[in-house]
């Protein structure tokens, strides 16, 4: 099947640090990408979705300043929290529909990123 | 919040025995879809079922649509302990392009 790859699983940074959180399709080309936040034992929250080649659409109270999302190519999509503080601390998923894909067919996931701002 | 509510929120049952999970959701969709999340990793897609189907099984996985009560159920028969995890339905809404709308789980527990 399918795999989505994101990098880095954990980090834990200081407040007012950025951090770059990346997601890449290894083995199929995705032109959408999916960006969630997730709390602990809480669902996921659908944070903006990302197309490549152009400007991140994101949902309703996420700020775009702070949440930046580059989708450069078909294969890799970043997020990127900058000037990090404590209540940014959560587990950020990404997802990527394949481009051969049926439109509203499933998202493949990539395995999470756990970010701890002290 | 257009997010679906699933119950119960949290499931405990033997190993053998079968759980069923349930999924509530609001709007008009194009599809409903299951994953399954183990702690702190990403999601795994388990199934999906269009608007237009009811019932679809897949190994171990039974999962019920009723659009009329925009409800669906997850039923995993025979379970084995490592089925433990949490469980998510997700809607796509109609006319809502490719976007997934997740319920608020399900942490299901299976005991040897």
């Known amino acids: 099947g399918a795999v989505v790859s994101q990098h880095p699983s954990r980090v834990i940074c200081k407040s007012g640090t950025s951090v770059k959180i990346e997601c890449r399709s290894l083995d199929f080309q995705a032109t959408t990408m999916f960006w969630y936040r997730q709390f602990p034992k809480k669902s996921l929250m659908l944070m903006a979705t990302s197309n490549e080649g152009s400007k991140a659409t994101y949902e309703q109270g996420v700020e775009k300043d702070k949440f930046l999302i580059n989708h450069a190519s078909l294969t890799l999509s970043t997020l990127t929290v900058t000037s990090a503080h404590p209540e940014d601390s959560s587990f950020y998923i990404c997802s990527a529909m394949a481009v051969n894909f049926a439109t509203n067919e499933k998202l493949f996931f990539g395995s999470g990123t756990q970010l701890s701002v002290l | 919040s257009q997010q679906g509510e699933e119950d119960p929120q949290a499931l405990s049952i033997q190993e053998g025995e079968n759980a069923t999970m349930n999924c509530s959701y609001k709007?008009?969709?194009?599809?409903l879809q299951w994953y399954r999340q183990n702690s702190g990793r990403g999601l795994v897609h388990l199934i999906l079922i269009r608007s237009n189907e009811r019932e679809k099984h897949s190994g171990r996985l039974r999962v019920t649509l009723d659009t009329s009560k925009k409800s669906s159920s997850l039923l995993i028969t025979a379970s084995r302990a490592a089925d433990t995890a949490s469980y998510f339905c997700?809607?796509?809404?109609?006319?809502?392009?490719?976007?997934?709308?997740f319920g608020t789980g399900t942490q299901l527990k299976v005991e040897l």
């Open positions: 997700a809607t796509v809404r109609e006319g809502g392009g490719n976007k997934l709308t």
């Open positions: 709007t008009s969709i194009n599809n």
